[in-house]
């Protein structure tokens, strides 16, 4: 993997929009509800808060219970999921998406934070969480030696990365989200508790069709196989349904607030990088 691109993103600041809460010291602030070390505001009690914020000064002046929200000084943990199933093989879509995965791990460890890759494909195999150039560099060549293969879960591979991570967190989820729709948005909701953002990668070809005449294509992940004829009409019909695909995907991705980039496996980096900069709602300069 040629790494001359990471010295381009020194020029980006990993900046949190919801904030988030670790066991880690960092830089970050949570805006967790807890035990915080300054007041940030107040809000009504509710069923099953700690007696122990309720400010009672305010009580006695308007006899309702409201309690005390508090910010803490917690790191972030910028956890990157990686598709690795064989689709991700076809043309250079894995080799983009590694170089977006040591994008963010690159960021993240220079804004002092720890990062995790964790390739999944009908299963998550759970990278650990670490921090520091060299674990970088270690993981950079774990991607360079992996060849994608098997069939996606992402639904499962969601519940997965659920269970085993509790505290919110900044989750990339890189992917050609070519899995069934519906398994995609029961993923998308149920990582919706983290900042969330998801980025599709897509050859150039598939995104397009752009083949002509009599041809058999092969599935990667299922090695199932279609003789079609391709002609204006099939490439039509095929640029309408994946629109209608992404629709599905961006649709439930706004409805839990998360962010969806897609690009094309020969955008340059530094290109894909500055458009999720400036468009991205869970980071800014």
């Not at 009504?44 to 305010?58: I, L, P, T």
């Not at 991607?143 to 969601?158: E, K, Q, V, W």
Request: with cysteine; charged share 30%; aromatic share 10%.
């Amino acid at each position: 993997m040629d790494t001359d691109f990471l010295a381009e993103l020194d020029r980006f600041t990993l900046l949190v929009r919801k904030r988030v809460s670790t066991t880690f010291t960092g830089a970050r602030r949570s805006v967790k509800v807890g035990r915080g070390i300054s007041p940030v505001g107040y809000r009504e009690y509710r069923k099953g808060d700690d007696f122990k914020f309720v400010d009672w000064k305010v009580y006695g002046r308007t006899e309702k219970l409201y309690v005390r929200e508090h910010e803490e000084e917690r790191s972030l943990a910028v956890h990157i999921l990686l598709d690795a199933s064989s689709s991700m093989g076809f043309g250079e879509k894995f080799a983009f998406a590694s170089m977006v995965s040591a994008g963010f791990a690159y960021m993240a460890i220079k804004e002092n934070e720890k990062f995790s890759i964790s390739k999944f494909a009908e299963i998550l195999e759970p990278g650990e969480t670490r921090g520091g150039r060299r674990n970088l560099f270690l993981a950079m060549e774990d991607l360079d030696r992996t060849a994608p293969s098997g069939g996606t879960d992402f639904r499962r591979t969601a519940e997965q990365f659920d269970l085993a991570i509790r505290s919110t967190s900044l989750v990339v989820v890189i992917s050609d989200f070519l899995d069934d729709v519906e398994s995609l948005v029961a993923g998308i909701y149920k990582l919706s508790s983290h900042d969330l953002i998801l980025i599709q990668v897509l050859d150039p070809a598939e995104a397009a069709l752009d083949f002509q005449g009599d041809l058999r294509f092969i599935d990667m992940e299922s090695k199932g196989s279609v003789l079609t004829r391709v002609t204006d009409g099939v490439r039509e019909e095929y640029i309408e349904r994946m629109r209608e695909h992404g629709a599905r995907i961006r649709e439930a991705c706004s409805a839990v607030g998360a962010d969806f980039f897609s690009y094309s496996a020969d955008t340059p980096i530094f290109e894909a990088f500055n458009d999720v900069n400036r468009r991205s709602k869970a980071w800014r300069r």
